[in-house]
């Protein structure tokens, strides 16, 4: 096992990582942004819960590797090709969760903001996206460590950040970089998600309060 | 688009896409073998564990240990990473499947049994059944709906990582997804895909069939044992996917 190729390559290794965070936070927040208009149709209309659920359930079943398959004859091996692919599978996790939390707003809640005065739209988001909050950073935590594991399946269609450099190790049968570019990718997983606990903990500072 | 698709149906219409080592059939049969071999390992291992666990309520944290790593650890890297180790196909790509197929069935059994409504578990226990007789005749088939759930993730799952055991050098349908791109041939590429898409499609639904068969007549629909409208994700720890 050749050690040293880790602190010859470390620019290479920082400038994957890098790449991975940006496919990484693309997805998510592209996600993020569909999921939320998704889950405010809903909101208005129950009966689109249906059909939402059933063509996000359906992407979320087909395997990564089908899917880039499917997409690269027509947008080719291209950023847009592995972003569509990690998009399509934050969906469903988001819309779920978004959707849980909007249903958890207590009915009396609810009615005290109508008898206040508020507007359909200050309602939702000065009263039901707060109290929403904790169970959309739940969804964000489960599609944030999704799409950094996926991330590294579109190394086959040129992408990858710390997936690429796995499989170029993999190719030369270099061991050292398939060990750092898991390690890292790891690591990776665990300061995001504890970076998310955290966010969502200043976000929801009554949430806190309530428990002390 | 016309012309994919003439390329797609013209793989698909060849009769040396039928037979011999790289066939349909061939490349079918490993692909569901090897996906069926981790699913059938993984409930050997896992449901018993999780009944203990949840049963005694000792050991939760193990579980969940064991659900977060099989997280955090891409199927990807698993793979590569195995790889020095087990060899080329199947050798390595069965312990890295299982790895992934483990922790859903283990969190799906274990939260199954401890959300079995305790006051079921007592008045059992009152009517003078045993620890045993209560796992089995109360607790396993109430919590029957959760495991089948957690054994069609993982099932799904492994359908969809199998393809990449085809990285390390196996066999299955991702055989024609990794050759279709490095050979650009996009009839290979896209036909295995379907091929590979629709199995996942068909694994969910089935399992999906037998999830809602299992339901015991006491917990159906409208009783407090029901099935909820929406599967809140933090509910379902074993969502995330890595394939």
């Keep these: 096992m050749n050690w040293a190729w880790i602190p010859a390559n470390i620019g290479a290794l920082i400038e994957a990582t890098i790449d991975h965070i940006v496919l990484t936070a693309i997805a998510v927040g592209v996600g993020l942004a569909i999921a939320m208009v998704l889950s405010i149709v809903i909101h208005r209309d129950r009966r689109a819960y249906g059909p939402v659920t059933a063509v996000t359930g359906l992407l979320y079943t087909i395997p990564s590797l089908a899917l880039f398959a499917f997409l690269v004859p027509i947008t ?43 507007t359909w739209g200050q309602r939702l988001w000065r009263v039901e996206l707060p109290i929403a909050l904790p169970l959309i950073v739940a969804g964000l935590r489960i599609a944030t460590i999704t799409t950094i594991g996926l991330v590294m399946v579109t190394a086959l269609i040129g992408e990858g950040g710390l997936g690429q450099v796995m499989l170029r190790g993999f190719n030369f049968r270099n061991w050292a970089a398939v060990y750092a570019g898991a390690a890292i990718t790891l690591a990776l997983g665990i300061v995001v998600d504890l970076l998310l606990v955290w966010i969502g903990r200043r976000a929801t500072p009554w949430a806190a309060a309530r428990t002390r | 688009m016309i012309e994919l698709l003439a390329e797609v149906v013209g793989w698909f219409d060849d009769p040396a896409s039928w037979v011999g ?95 079995v409504d305790r006051d079921v578990v007592e008045a059992g226990r009152g009517m003078g059944m045993t620890e045993g007789g209560l796992l089995r005749r109360v607790e396993l088939p ?36 990794v050759d279709g791109f490095a ?32 339901v015991p007549p006491g917990a159906r629909a409208g009783t407090a044992g029901g099935r909820a409208p929406i599967e809140v994700a933090t509910a379902r720890p074993s969502l995330a996917r890595s394939g």
């Excluded at chain 1, 996790?93 to 005065?117: F, H, K, Y």
């Excluded at chain 2, 790593?69 to 890297?77: C, E, K, M, V």
């Excluded at chain 2, 996009?186 to 299992?214: F, H, K, M, N, S």
Aim: hydrophobic share 55%; glycine share 12%.
């Design chain 1, 76 to 118: 080719g091996l291209s950023l847009l090709t592995a972003e569509i692919g990690l998009v399509s599978y934050t969906l469903l996790i988001l819309v779920r969760n978004i959707v849980a939390g909007l249903d958890s707003v207590p009915a009396d809640v609810r009615e005290t903001a109508d008898g206040m005065g508020y």
């Design chain 2, 21 to 115: 080592p790289n066939g349909i059939p061939t490349r079918l049969l490993e692909h569901v073998l090897l996906s069926a071999a981790c699913v059938l390992t993984a409930l050997v291992v896992a449901v018993p564990v999780g009944l203990a666990i949840g049963h005694t309520g000792r050991g939760a944290l193990i579980a969940v240990t064991v659900a977060n790593i099989g997280r955090g650890l891409p199927s990807y890297a698993l793979l590569l990473m195995l790889f020095p180790f087990f060899g080329i196909g199947f050798s390595t790509a069965f312990p890295a499947l299982l790895l992934l197929t483990i922790p859903p069935i283990l969190t799906n059994t274990y939260v199954g049994v401890r959300d």
């Design chain 2, 142 to 177: 109430l919590a029957l709906p959760v495991i089948v759930a957690g054994v069609r993730t993982a099932a799904v799952q492994v359908v969809a990582t199998a393809t990449l055991a085809a990285l390390v050098g196996g066999g299955g349908l991702g055989r024609y997804i």
């Design chain 2, 183 to 214: 050979l650009q041939d996009d009839g290979q590429l896209v036909g295995g895909a379907l091929l590979v898409a629709a199995l996942a499609v068909l694994t969910e639904w089935g399992i999906g069939v037998v999830e809602r068969r299992v």
